[in-house]
């Protein structure tokens, strides 16, 4: 009845237009060291590598090889997250705080690790979205 995924890589990018995408990518400076949790397909980290980014991406999945920036760690976030986010300018969680069994408890572990160095971009899903143009 319905279509099973066993990736991740067919969620889009969305850009060219007001999108949490593009809000994320400009918020994130130049040349930053950024981490990108729960990445999905990671078209924002390839596009943050066109900002002269370093880009280390985490997701459930593995990815094929020629989708890899700096590093990709595969964990899954409800059970195991033990990544330190210190070493890095950005953290980035787009849609994914949503999909998370606990957030609060994964929230608290993120908090016990934040350092006002950080920069932490959050998006959530809508429940609806369109444009006008």
Do not use: R, W
Request: net charge negative.
């Amino acid at each position: 009845m319905f279509d099973i995924i066993q990736d991740n890589l067919q969620y889009s990018l969305k850009l060219g237009y007001a999108s949490s995408h593009t809000y994320a990518i400009n918020a994130v400076p130049a040349n930053a060291s950024v981490i990108d949790i729960g990445a999905g397909p990671f078209g924002v980290g390839h596009e943050l590598k066109n900002k002269s980014c370093k880009v280390v991406t985490v997701d459930q999945f593995d990815i094929p090889d020629k989708y890899k920036l700096d590093n990709h760690i595969v964990t899954n976030l409800d059970t195991n997250f033990s990544i330190s986010t210190k070493e890095y300018d950005c953290i980035l969680f787009l849609d994914i705080i949503e999909h998370l069994v606990n957030p609060e408890e994964f929230m608290l572990k993120l908090s016990e690790q934040f350092t006002y160095k950080n920069k932490i971009i959050f998006t959530t899903g809508n429940i609806s979205f369109f444009q006008l143009d």
